[in-house]
């Protein structure tokens, strides 16, 4: 017992003295800092790379057509509007997938830039839904529905789909649906039915 | 007992080993052309806030506190930065589209709202960035006007 109090108070005290230590020369190097500015300019770049590698990807594993994006939204939507929290997160992953194989080669060139900035943001909203409660995941969802509209608005549909608003949600706030029939994934069972069709697009 | 001697022992060994693995820092002390403040031209009080409070996990220069020398703290100290940055990078503010740049800063508005940025880790060990409901009402404010001039 004692030996095993030596050595626990062993323990701590290395770790006390590194903190000490360490902290030392942490003033020490504030110092150094003014005159060091070259040799600390190597991480300045790291979200650029990202981002650029993200850009790659999407273009070549484009294959996805906008059908699979408008499904893999309205299965989210449904599981939003049935407060499930579980599927949403599992839908969210699916969307995000199916928004980065999207193939938008054959837009003219402003369109692509378009779809590249929507695909990026919906991406993102679309991950963040994955791993998000439920307030969250509405939240991001209420973006998302703006970003698969706009996109919509670019390369069109094949089915006729309806915009529906609902006033109460954040200051007001649209999705997408299938079905004219009004059911609230802002809300769910706690306000099912509130909002109308504002729009329908075919 | 002679186990938990002999734990204690390789806990020891093991703390000491994992000091020799460096991590790589995130600094840098250069502002670029992209940075959110030169891009908005934002008001020295706001910008002060912002650098306090958030520019430590989200830009490309962290003003690391003296115990980020010991690991594992520099490891979690990395990781965080590391998906700060994923985020949100202050300092590639101009390199993002328009619709993201809103997307941003609907997240910042709820973030700061809601109390969830800055972190609570991070507030805990630099009372600075704790940002008072005056602070807040203040860079909400000023974060939604930029908002609606996009």
């Known amino acids: 017992m004692k030996i095993l109090k030596t050595t626990l108070?062993?323990?701590?005290?290395?770790?006390?003295?590194?903190?000490?230590?360490?902290?030392?020369?942490?003033?020490?190097?504030?110092?150094?800092?003014?005159?060091?500015?070259?040799?600390?300019?190597?991480?300045?770049?790291?979200?650029?790379?990202?981002?650029?590698?993200?850009?790659?990807?999407?273009?070549?594993?484009?294959?996805?057509?906008?059908?699979?994006?408008?499904?893999?939204?309205f299965s989210l939507k449904d599981a939003l509007v049935a407060d499930d929290n579980a599927k949403g997160t599992e839908l969210g992953a699916t969307l995000a997938k199916s928004f980065g194989n999207l193939d938008i080669s054959k837009y003219t060139d402003t369109q692509i830039a378009d779809l590249k900035d929507i695909i990026e943001d919906a991406v993102e909203h679309a991950e963040h839904i994955s791993e998000s409660d439920i307030a969250?995941?509405?939240?991001?969802?209420?973006?998302?529905?703006?970003?698969?509209?706009?996109?919509?608005?670019?390369?069109?549909?094949?089915?006729?789909?309806?915009?529906?608003?609902?006033?109460?949600?954040?200051?007001?706030s649209s999705w997408l649906s299938m079905d004219k029939e009004v059911r609230n994934p802002?809300?769910?069972?706690?306000?099912?039915?509130?909002?109308?069709?504002?729009?329908?697009?075919? | 007992m002679k186990i938990l001697r002999v734990i204690a022992w390789i806990a020891l060994v093991a703390f000491i080993v994992i000091q020799f693995f460096p991590t790589e820092k995130n600094t840098n002390y250069t502002t670029p052309k992209t940075d959110f403040m030169v891009v908005n031209n934002v008001p020295s009080k706001i910008e002060n806030q912002l650098k306090v409070s958030c520019y430590d996990c989200h830009s490309n220069n962290t003003e690391y506190p003296c115990y980020n020398k010991i690991q594992p703290v520099?490891?979690?100290?990395?990781?965080?930065?590391?998906?700060?940055?994923?985020?949100?990078?202050?300092?590639?503010?101009?390199?993002?589209?328009?619709?993201?740049?809103?997307?941003?800063?609907?997240?910042?508005?709820?973030?700061?709202?809601?109390?969830?940025?800055?972190?609570?880790?991070?507030?805990?060990?630099?009372?600075?960035?704790?940002?008072s409901k005056y602070d807040k009402n203040n860079v909400i404010a000023y974060i939604t006007r930029l908002k609606d001039s996009l």
């Open chain 2, 74 to 131: 520099a490891w979690y100290l990395k990781d965080h930065v590391k998906e700060g940055k994923a985020e949100l990078n202050f300092n590639e503010w101009g390199n993002y589209s328009d619709r993201r740049k809103n997307s941003k800063l609907r997240s910042i508005i709820k973030q700061i709202e809601n109390g969830e940025m800055p972190m609570d880790s991070y507030t805990l060990m630099h009372r600075d960035a704790m940002l």
């Open chain 1, 9 to 73: 108070g062993i323990v701590a005290i290395a770790f006390i003295t590194l903190t000490i230590v360490s902290c030392k020369d942490g003033k020490k190097e504030q110092n150094n800092a003014d005159g060091n500015h070259s040799e600390m300019n190597h991480d300045n770049s790291d979200g650029h790379h990202d981002g650029e590698k993200k850009a790659i990807s999407m273009s070549e594993n484009g294959s996805g057509n906008t059908q699979d994006v408008l499904d893999d939204y």
């Open chain 1, 136 to 172: 969250h995941q509405r939240e991001h969802f209420k973006i998302l529905s703006k970003d698969v509209t706009d996109m919509v608005a670019i390369t069109g549909t094949e089915i006729t789909l309806y915009e529906q608003f609902c006033p109460m949600y954040d200051g007001g």
């Open chain 1, 186 to 202: 802002y809300y769910g069972s706690q306000m099912l039915k509130c909002g109308k069709v504002q729009r329908e697009i075919n």
